[in-house]
Structures are given as C-alpha cells and as structure tokens.
C-alpha cells in the first residue's frame, strides 16, 4: 500500500429539510387547522481515528465528502427524516486544519477518537409551529439552513516513542528489523526506505514501545535533496530520538562529518526538535577489527564531543541491541513517571483566594 501522509479534502454537511405548509382536511371537521410538520436536520461530517489505518491514500482518491440533505416536512405532523451523517475513518495521529483560515481544528491521537468538522444544517419548521390564539390558520413555514462547508488539509504524524535518524544506509531498517516484528526494506543501496515504518518492540510482558524508521536524510534536504525533509514531521511526536551512524562507510567518509550533517539539517527544519534527547549509535561495529573498533568508536565521539549516551551495535547480527532497547525502555517509563508526577503538582496548586476562604 503507498503511504500518503499528507491529503486535502472538502467537506460539505447536509442541508436541513424545509418546513411544509399544510392543512388538516377530513370530512365532518371543517376547520382541522394546519398540520404541516418540520424538516429533517441534515447530515453532518464527523472524522474518526482508526488504528487499522496507516495512511490517508484512500482520500487521494475522492476529494469531495457529502452528507445527507434532511427532507422536508410532510402534512398530518409528519416530520422530515434527518439526513445520515457521514464518518470518515483516519489514521490515528492525524492533524486536521483548516486549509482557508489555516486554523487547526484537531488532533486525533486516541483510536476511535471523533471530531466534528462539519455541522448539519438546522431543520426548518412547518406551519403548526406558528399557529396561536390570533393566528389559527397560519400559511407561513421556514425553510433549513445550509451546512457547514469546509477544504480540510490532513497531515498524519505516525506516533511512536522512539525515531531513527541518520543518512542512507546508516544502518535504520535493519535495526528495527532486529528488534520488531516489522520488516521494511533493505539493500546495498541508499535510499531504500522510502515512507516511515513502524515497529513494536516487546522488550517484556507489558513493556513496549513503538519505534519508528524515516527515510535518511542527506545535505541539502531542507533544500529538497534527495528525499528532503518532507518526513522529519514524524519525529516530532517521540520522546527520544536515535541518531545512527555508520562507523565503517563503504566511501571512507567521516562518520563524525555524517552526523554533523544531519545535525545541521535538523536544526534547520526544527530546532526545537534538534533539542530533543538524541542518543549516539555507533552502528556496524562488526566491520571493525576487534584491537581497533574502541579506538575508532572513541574518535567519533569525541571529535564530536558527544555530551549524551552513546551505544555500540551490530544491527545485522543483533549485537547489542538487546541491550540499548532495555536502556530505552528505562527511559520511556522515566518519562511517563515524570510526567505524571508534574500534572499532579499542577492539579494540587490552589489558589490564594480558595486559601483564605478555608482559613
């Protein structure tokens, strides 16, 4: 299946159902009075987060979503039938905006989240409605209101804990191939990742997280090189961030200039993002020799002068994966401890005033 993560759409809501105008008319009651009912409501627009559903592909195809018009009302009281609203299933992690006012109308990051994103039309009313003691056979109704109108632009940001950084042919696929269940592509090529996969690492029984392989990254991808930077916007939802290099390149380049590079281009497309916690993996450590692969792997970090944690792999051979996904691990349930810890100081801060009333 392509992965498309980014669709723009227009949505139209239902119409609401005229009121009719009508009059009771039965042998033997010569004045029945006016029975004519209101109109439907229409149809309205609602998205809703699938976690079956991994990319907005299916929206490329049909840009315009309509919702059901209500009917109109009939004689003898009958009320119009409300129109069907009509529910859009999206990926979770999808953003909704507005494409004409440029407003963010949501965020579905919960599976079976909702939104509503385009209201029915209110339905109009029949002429009993307007009947009273000085106006007994009104032949006034209201007809519905139109609904809502929208251009939505949906931008999918996968969520994962954990996101792979690093140049073509770093090493990314194989590694979360090594410690998931996913199984992206890999060759002797760069550039064989071309959309961001997701994979679940089990490190135990109930201790998991998602990590997530985006295509490399070369110089000049804030330029458009290469595959440009059109999915460092996945990176955004982790905690951590991975920072793979590889220390034995097959062009004999500097590993320290590689990460430099991706450094660079990171602090160009986010530099909140380039702040976030990235930790050094020194992969393909298998093609050293053994007396030198410490000294070389030294080197790189400190002509980087690397101040984070820094790990060694072998992802084709799963050497030392094992133990940087525990370390991982550790540190995601550290996260979430902390985090949680700092909304209940929040919620437990009261304020002066609530103070001096109890005193």
């Known amino acids: 299946m392509k992965f498309v993560d980014e669709a723009s759409i227009r949505v139209e809501a239902g119409k609401g159902g005229n009121g009719c105008v009508s009059f009771r008319r039965e042998k033997y009651i010569p004045f029945g009075g006016p029975d ?3 109109g439907g409501d229409g149809g309205s627009i609602i998205l809703v987060a699938d976690s079956n559903l991994n990319t907005l592909v299916d929206l490329r195809y049909q840009r315009l979503y309509r919702a059901q018009h209500g009917e109109s009302g009939k004689g003898r009281n009958c009320t119009g039938k409300k129109g069907d609203s009509l529910t859009l299933h999206l990926p979770v992690g999808t953003i909704i905006h507005d494409e004409d006012t440029g407003e963010v109308l949501g965020d579905l990051v919960e599976d079976t989240q909702q939104l509503l994103v385009a209201k029915g039309g209110f339905h109009g009313l029949g002429n009993t409605r ?3 003691s000085t106006n007994r056979a009104p ?3 209201s007809n519905g ?4 109108e929208r251009n939505l632009r949906l931008e999918l940001k996968v969520l994962a804990d954990v996101g792979l950084l690093g140049m073509p042919n770093a090493g990314k696929s194989t590694l979360i191939r090594a410690v998931s269940a996913a199984r992206p592509k890999v060759a002797d090529y760069p550039f064989t990742t071309l959309y961001p996969n997701l994979g679940v690492v089990s490190v135990e029984s109930h201790r998991s997280f998602v990590i997530a392989d985006i295509p490399g990254l070369i ?7 290469g595959l440009g930077i059109q999915f460092l916007k996945h990176l955004s939802r982790t905690h951590l961030l991975l920072h793979l290099v590889d220390v034995a390149p097959l062009d004999d380049s500097d590993p320290a200039d590689a990460v430099n590079t991706i450094s660079h281009e990171l602090e160009k497309f986010s530099p909140e993002l380039a702040k976030r916690n990235r930790w050094l993996i020194l992969n393909k450590v298998d093609l050293l020799a053994e007396e030198e692969r410490e000294q070389i ?3 790189i970090v400190q002509k980087l002068n690397w101040q984070g944690p820094v790990f060694h792999t072998a992802a084709l051979s ?5 133990t940087l996904m525990y370390k991982i691990m550790e540190y995601i349930e550290e996260q979430k401890v902390d985090s949680e810890d700092q909304e209940d100081s929040l919620g437990t801060i009261g304020h002066p005033e609530d103070e001096q009333q109890t005193e």
């Open 219 to 225: 110089e000049g991808a804030a330029e458009g090189h």
């Open 36 to 38: 004519g009912g209101d």
């Open 130 to 132: 307007f009947k009273s």
């Open 318 to 322: 799963k050497d030392g994966t094992q």
């Open 145 to 148: 209101t139109p609904g809502e």
């Open 139 to 141: 032949r006034q109704s």
């Open 297 to 299: 792997c030294n080197d």
